[in-house]
């Protein structure tokens, strides 16, 4: 991949991102302030691809750059206030200090900031390498039709957000959150982050680099069977009572289509994500 022998140095930034915020989790104990940098990270290496590139920006750049720096900000804005609000380490991460401690402080650098850090490069290496391809392609409409499928996804993961946040500031002891976007899939989030990432994978295929598809593969398999949709069933399993009902009645991240259009079976919030 000729890609990554040219722009290998913008993995710099996502790893210096992360690094900075391994003192602060020493500080403050808590680790889930590497959330701080997982959308911004992203935002940061697509602009130093374009800065790189040194041309007026064309319009399949702007396609690709708009979602992407609104997906990349209103993640790192909204998951910072939550961080700070909350006051408290996210149960993953509070989870792994209690299983892997004694000297967690150091075993954290390693497990989660350089970590994320791979994991970041990894997941935007196909994408960043359509964006750096942008400039010789041409905007049609499959293009404009994917970069408004990415914006859409975006404001459905913000939406999604909000209301789980809205949730846990009127029940901060916990509970289960089965209303709104809720109601028809267990994680609407995921499901908004599955389709942003397809959508950018597919418009770096449309601007010539077949791999691109990979950013959205990755994400896939992360969210569904590594770290997003499997680590959150265990752990809802064991704290929520009602969540087995929920699961069964509510699929993970694709709603039945009849449910959502039709009446459906109503649900309501009970004593979140």
Not at 16 to 44: E, K, Q, Y
Not at 70 to 91: K, N, T, V
Not at 211 to 235: H, N, P, Q
Not at 249 to 267: D, N
Request: charged share 15%; with cysteine; aromatic share 12%.
């Amino acid at each position: 991949m000729s890609f990554v022998a040219e722009y290998g140095w913008i993995w710099g930034i996502s790893l210096a991102g992360f690094l900075a915020l391994w003192p602060l989790s020493l500080l403050r104990r808590d680790c889930s302030v590497v959330d701080f940098w997982w959308g911004p990270g992203f935002g940061a290496m697509a602009l130093a691809i374009w800065w790189t590139l040194g041309r007026p920006v064309d319009g399949f750049t702007l396609a690709m750059l708009i979602p992407l720096l609104f997906w990349s900000a209103r993640l790192g804005i909204q998951l910072g206030i939550r961080r700070i609000r909350e006051g408290h380490e996210d149960p993953r991460y509070a989870e792994m200090r209690a299983a892997r401690s004694p000297n967690w402080a150091m075993k954290s650098l390693f497990m989660v900031f350089v970590l994320q850090a791979v994991v970041q490069g990894l997941v935007g290496v196909g994408v960043l390498a359509g964006l750096a391809a942008a400039p010789s392609a041409q905007v049609t409409w499959a293009v404009i039709a994917l970069s408004g499928l990415a914006m859409a996804a975006a404001l459905f993961e913000m939406i999604s957000d909000v209301q789980l946040d809205v949730y846990r500031a009127k029940v901060p002891t916990g509970g289960l959150l089965t209303s709104g976007l809720r109601s028809h899939v267990r994680y609407p989030s995921y499901s908004a982050e599955i389709v942003f990432w397809v959508a950018l994978s597919l418009m770096g295929v449309l601007a010539g680099v077949w791999w691109s598809i990979l950013s959205a593969v990755l994400v896939v398999v992360l969210l569904r069977y590594v770290s997003g949709v499997t680590i959150l069933e265990e752990r809802m399993a064991r704290t929520r009572p009602d969540f087995e009902a929920y699961q069964n009645s509510v699929p993970a991240l694709w709603p039945q289509w009849k449910r959502v259009f039709g009446r459906g079976p109503s649900q309501s919030s009970t004593p979140a994500e």
